[in-house]
T-cell receptor, first 114, second 110 residues
Framework: EAGVAQSPRYKIIEKRQSVAFWCNPISGHATLYWYQQILGQGPKLLIQFQNNGVVDDSQLPKDRFSAERLKGVDSTLKIQPAKLEDSAVYLC????????????FGDGTRLSIL | QKEVEQNSGPLSVPEGAIASLNCTYSDRGSQSFFWYRQYSGKSPELIMFIYSNGDKEDGRFTAQLNKASQYVSLLIRDSQPSDSATYLCAVKGSNYQLIWGAGTKLIIKP
């Protein structure tokens, strides 16, 4: 079974620029998550999709972050404009539908803002 | 504010010994509990999940859940250097949101 695919693996941009990340979940996984993980901290949920609908985006900084999952499969997360504090690893995870299903993570995108 | 607390460590354990990692949570209505392992520079990897009070064993790993005391622990028997990583506790609360701890760094000394 193929795992969660993410790209790019690394990205370096200057502040105020824009950046986009892509995620393809495990086949058949209806639920998709985007997390931000700052060094030394646990993952912080940015947004959760169930198929192509948003379940939870309460911690997404909506003035600069956006995400979509138009066809209920792959997803993109965008930051525009980027700030220095956005430097982090952006993790995508997916799970089967259901309240207690464990999440499976992609390799993440390491974002550095200069 | 629902919280999940872990000792940040590092926790240093000799090779072959038992490593014990602990996690406490504040939401008494929490139902699902997960342990993830994260190697440096890598993404979290699911080790175990537990839903019911008591112990759940999988190979060298045992998860222990005590809902009355609101803690969940992970025991690693016969610790190996390859077990050196950060261990993240994640708890699905009564509002079905998954709350993550900051992780405990475990070092297994050869």
């Amino acid at each position: 079974e193929a795992g969660v695919a993410q790209s790019p693996r690394y990205k370096i941009i200057e502040k105020r620029q824009s950046v986009a990340f892509w995620c393809n979940p495990i086949s058949g996984h209806a639920t998709l998550y985007w997390y931000q993980q700052i060094l030394g901290q646990g993952p912080k949920l940015l947004i959760q999709f169930q198929n192509n609908g948003v379940v939870d985006d309460s911690q997404l900084p909506k003035d600069r972050f956006s995400a979509e999952r138009l066809k209920g499969v792959d997803s993109t997360l965008k930051i525009q404009p980027a700030k220095l504090e956005d430097s982090a690893v952006y993790l995508c995870a997916s799970s089967l539908a259901g309240l207690d299903q464990p999440q499976h993570f992609g390799d993440g995108t390491r974002l550095s803002i200069l | 504010q629902k919280e999940v607390e872990q000792n940040s460590g590092p926790l240093s354990v000799p090779e072959g010994a038992i490593a014990s990692l602990n996690c406490t949570y504040s939401d008494r209505g929490s139902q699902s509990f997960f342990w993830y392992r994260q190697y440096s520079g890598k993404s979290p990897e699911l080790i175990m999940f537990i839903y019911s009070n008591g112990d759940k064993e999988d190979g060298r790993f045992t998860a222990q859940l005590n809902k009355a005391s609101q803690y969940v622990s992970l025991l690693i028997r016969d610790s190996q250097p390859s077990d050196s990583a950060t261990y993240l506790c994640a708890v699905k609360g009564s509002n079905y949101q998954l709350i993550w701890g900051a992780g405990t760094k475990l070092i297994i000394k050869p």
